[in-house]
């Protein structure tokens, strides 16, 4: 167990329909990171919060928006969803400081059908 | 310009063999931190070693080792006497000092390793 908790562990809708990913960093880190992985690809870095606040987006669609909570879980909305939206989501947590790599969550499985 | 770069999509290597991953990244920072992360076939992503910019020794852990190569600007993965078990796809990342200190990760090179 990282200590990051991501949930659902698996995900299956339809087309058009929106879910929530949520994630609880490991104890004592404020920083939250959502990365998206389509198959066989890198990661795709969607969005980061520290400590409630938004600090750096990257590729995140317009349909996707996401949040950091008072009590520093996180949620990833994904509306309006696409059959390539299909993908692993992960979450990620750090303190701050270079010699920190993140800590994932074991990530939740989306597939759009 | 790409800030890591994972040249090797895809390698072999035979089982009980040495392997090298190659990673090259790029930053104007003097103070960063450099990682490489596995992620097996179930998918989660598990931390494997960190070199700080200012370390002069190379970092080991266990099996593996990191060439880290300053001037060069690389950062290799040696993995000794490879086990089945090491077949995953690995991702070299880095975290610079500036900005938000956000890790960037390179695309990943895929090993197999042949029994």
């Known amino acids: 167990d990282s200590g990051v908790t991501q949930t659902p562990k698996h995900l299956i809708t339809a087309t058009g329909q929106r879910v929530t990913l949520r994630c609880s960093p490991r104890?004592?880190?404020?920083?939250v990171y959502w990365y998206q992985q389509s198959l066989d690809q890198g990661l795709q870095f969607l969005i980061q919060?520290?400590?409630?606040?938004?600090?750096a987006k990257g590729n995140i669609l317009e349909r996707f928006s996401a949040q950091q909570f008072p009590d520093l879980h996180s949620e990833l909305n994904l509306s309006s969803l696409e059959l390539g939206d299909s993908a692993l989501y992960f979450c990620?947590?750090?303190?701050?400081?270079?010699?920190?790599?993140?800590?994932f969550g074991s990530g939740t499985r989306l597939t759009v059908v | 310009a790409q800030k890591i770069t994972q040249t090797q999509p895809g390698m072999f290597v035979q089982e009980k063999e040495a392997v090298t991953l190659d990673c090259t990244y790029d930053?104007?920072?003097?103070?960063?931190?450099l990682f490489w992360y596995k992620q097996p076939s179930s998918g989660e992503m598990i931390f494997l070693i960190y070199?700080?910019?200012?370390?002069?020794q190379n970092a080991t852990e266990g099996r593996y080792s990191l060439n880290f190569q300053k001037a060069r600007k690389s950062a290799n993965l040696v993995i000794s006497a490879s086990q089945l078990g090491d077949s995953a796809m690995y991702f070299c990342?880095?975290?610079?000092?500036?900005?938000?200190?956000?890790?960037?990760f390179g695309t990943g090179t895929k090993l197999q390793v042949i029994p």
């Open positions: 990342a880095m975290r610079e000092a500036g900005g938000y200190q956000k890790v960037t």
């Open positions: 104890s004592g880190d404020l920083s």
């Open positions: 919060y520290y400590n409630g606040e938004e600090r």
């Open positions: 990620a947590s750090s303190v701050s400081g270079i010699s920190y790599g993140y800590t």
């Open positions: 070199q700080g910019s200012y370390d002069e």
């Open positions: 930053t104007s920072d003097q103070s960063y931190g």
